[in-house]
């Protein structure tokens, strides 16, 4: 089975700039995380889906950061407008069954850069 | 609310010696409680896990860990580490099986010399 896969792995954004980053979890997984990580705050939550509905997303990134599932194996993180301390490695994950296994599945992220 | 603290930044070690890394976490309740690691390039992989149950549980690669609710610790240990375990290792709780909050320590790196 595929992992999870993100795309793009690198990218690099001016300040002001719409990005977008994209996740496919793994095949028939029903539970999708995003991350932030940064060496200073580590591994933070920005969002997390069950079976495409909203179960529970960062308080402190509703501003300029949405997370959709457009369909259940496809997911988007848009930062908007984006700053430069918004600088970090977006981890993106999925899970068979969360509430039973409590594993995650790991993409391999997408490094931003704002300049 | 729920946090872990790993102690230490970084860990070197000589392969083959014996390794124990540190997670202490902070949950009023019965935690749930994982080591994920990192190794260079890759995406975080599942170590270990502990449900409430056996207090030592086992893991990949001949890692293990001991959780102790009077410590509310859950160090990970291994009897002889390769040079391949040179990567990063991090701590995390969950609190509960409802919600998707997985609360991470910020990591320890193990650095192996031969």
């Known amino acids: 089975d595929a992992g999870v896969t993100q795309t793009p792995r690198h990218e690099v954004a001016e300040k002001g700039q719409t990005i977008i980053l994209k996740c496919e979890p793994v095949?028939?997984?029903?539970?999708l995380f995003w991350y932030r990580q940064t060496k200073i705050q580590g591994l933070e939550l920005l969002s997390y889906?069950?079976?495409?509905?909203?179960?529970?997303d960062g308080g402190a990134f509703k501003d300029r950061f949405k997370a959709e599932m457009l369909n259940s194996s496809f997911s988007t993180l848009k930062i908007q407008p984006t700053e430069p301390k918004d600088s970090a490695v977006y981890l993106c994950?999925?899970?068979?069954?969360?509430?039973?296994?409590?594993?995650?599945?790991f993409g391999e992220g997408s490094k931003l850069t704002v300049l | 609310a729920q946090s872990v603290t790993q102690p230490d930044a970084r860990v070197t070690v000589s392969e083959g010696a014996s390794l124990q890394l540190r997670c202490k976490y902070s949950?009023?309740?019965?935690?749930?409680l994982f080591w994920y690691v990192q190794y260079p390039r890759q995406g975080l992989q599942l170590l270990l896990k502990?449900?409430?149950?056996?207090?030592v549980v086992q893991g990949v690669n001949g890692f293990e860990a001991e959780f102790s609710k009077s410590n509310s610790s859950f160090h990970l240990r291994k009897a002889s580490v390769h040079w391949s375990d040179w990567a990063v290792y991090f701590c995390?709780?969950?609190?509960?099986?409802?919600?998707?909050?997985?609360?991470f320590g910020h990591g320890t790196i193990l650095r192996v010399h031969p």
């Open positions: 994950a999925s899970s068979r069954d969360w509430g039973c296994t409590g594993q995650l599945y």
């Open positions: 095949s028939g997984h029903n539970d």
């Open positions: 889906f069950r079976s495409k509905s909203l179960m529970e």
């Open positions: 949950y009023f309740g019965t935690p749930y």
């Open positions: 502990y449900y409430p149950g056996d207090p």
């Open positions: 995390a709780v969950r609190g509960g099986a409802n919600t998707g909050k997985l609360t």
